[in-house]
């Protein structure tokens, strides 16, 4: 059972758009920032979204996030086959003093 | 080129314990906290530990604090998971991964080195 909650999959045709959505409390993501991570299969996560809504370098702007109050968005658009892979939110809890991963989503671009 | 290489995995029965090992290149390591983070077998990541770019400010996991001991060598570039007492569950594929300006914000990530705790 993960602190933060995500949806197991989601699916969208090529492209489609999809949203990801990540629920936490106010311990969380309430009070905190929060990032995502695309984890392809057989390959290490790898950096979307940081500060609720920033990119790193390199990282299309298809890719979006949004916050508001405890829950947090991914948001993907023109969906391509390399997008399937499984999508993680994580943040600090203030309350636990530990870092915390959603349950992860599992995307299939159909 | 920012680098991070695990080792240290391997097979450890339960109630032993393993020492890995995550050298870093390519920045300034002493400037940056650094963060293990695990995955079991077909499951989700799970964060595991943090460490200050000191080494002076530590926080673990309910699930291994007790048993776990983060530690960082910056004059050898490199973060270590000390981890005894280690149980079943504790199988995963650990990664070490660097810290940005915020906790959970993992700009880079090693490939990860696999742990199997079994009889």
């Known amino acids: 059972q993960s602190v933060l909650t995500q949806p197991p999959s989601v699916s969208a045709a090529p492209g489609q758009k999809v949203t990801i959505s990540c629920s936490g409390s106010?311990?969380?993501?309430?009070?905190?920032?929060v990032s995502w991570y695309q984890q392809l299969p057989g390959t290490a996560p790898k950096l979307l979204i940081y500060?609720?809504?920033k990119r790193p370098s390199g990282i299309p702007d298809r890719f979006s996030g949004s916050k508001s109050g405890t829950s947090a968005t991914l948001g993907i658009t023109g969906l391509q086959t390399g997008d399937e892979a499984d999508y993680y939110c994580?943040?600090?809890?203030?309350?636990?003093?530990?870092?915390?991963f959603g349950g992860g989503t599992k995307l299939t671009v159909l | 080129e920012v680098q991070l290489l695990e080792s240290g995995g391997g097979l450890v029965q339960p109630g032993g314990s393993l020492r890995l090992s995550c050298a870093a290149s390519?920045?300034?390591?002493?400037?940056?906290?650094m963060n293990w983070v695990r995955q079991a077998p077909g499951k989700g990541l799970k964060w595991v530990s943090s460490?200050?770019?000191?080494?002076?400010?530590?926080f673990y996991a309910d699930s291994v604090k007790g048993r776990f001991t983060i530690s960082r060598d910056n004059s050898k570039n490199t973060l270590y998971l000390q981890m005894n007492s280690l149980r079943a569950e504790d199988t995963a594929v650990y990664y070490c991964?660097?810290?940005?300006?915020?906790?959970?914000?993992?700009?880079?990530w090693g490939q990860g080195t696999l742990v199997t705790v079994s009889s």
């Open positions: 991964a660097r810290e940005g300006l915020r906790h959970l914000d993992f700009d880079y």
């Open positions: 390519g920045f300034t390591f002493s400037s940056y906290a």
């Open positions: 460490l200050d770019g000191g080494g002076d400010s530590t």
């Open positions: 106010g311990s969380n993501i309430g009070n905190n920032y």
């Open positions: 500060d609720n809504n």
């Open positions: 994580a943040t600090w809890d203030s309350s636990l003093s530990a870092g915390v």
